[in-house]
């Protein structure tokens, strides 16, 4: 089992910034598409963007151009630096770890980011 820990999150106005970190348990990474995922009140949860690897990303539509996923996995860290916040952005956001062989599927317990002036 492994546990996944994120934070970072928190209330930011319009057009600010955030950085989320998720730290895991032990190292994963190397067998693991890492991602992040948000749930807003009343929808689904979607995809926001995932790394399998150095240079492998892809991000959502909405988010392309304002998110960075990016991973150092000495550290079993993933991050999600957000700029240029918008509302809509406002939701709980998920870490996630994938093995890329399909033995696993780790959920964080969540972070909230919250845009609003």
């Known amino acids: 089992q492994v546990q996944l820990v994120e934070s970072g999150g928190g209330l930011v106005e319009p057009g600010g910034s955030l950085r989320l970190s998720c730290a895991a348990s032990r190292n994963i990474f190397s067998t693991a598409t890492m991602g992040w995922y948000r749930q807003a009140p009343g929808k689904q949860r979607e995809l926001v963007a995932h790394s399998s690897g150095p240079g492998s990303t892809a991000y959502a539509n909405s988010v392309k151009g304002r998110f960075t996923i990016s991973r150092d996995d000495a550290k079993n860290t993933v991050y999600l630096q957000m700029n240029s916040l918008k509302p809509e952005d406002t939701a709980l956001y998920y870490c996630?770890?994938?093995?890329?062989?399909?033995?696993?599927?780790?959920w964080g317990q969540g972070t909230q980011v919250t845009v609003s002036s």
């Open positions: 996630n770890a994938k093995s890329v062989f399909g033995n696993y599927d780790y």
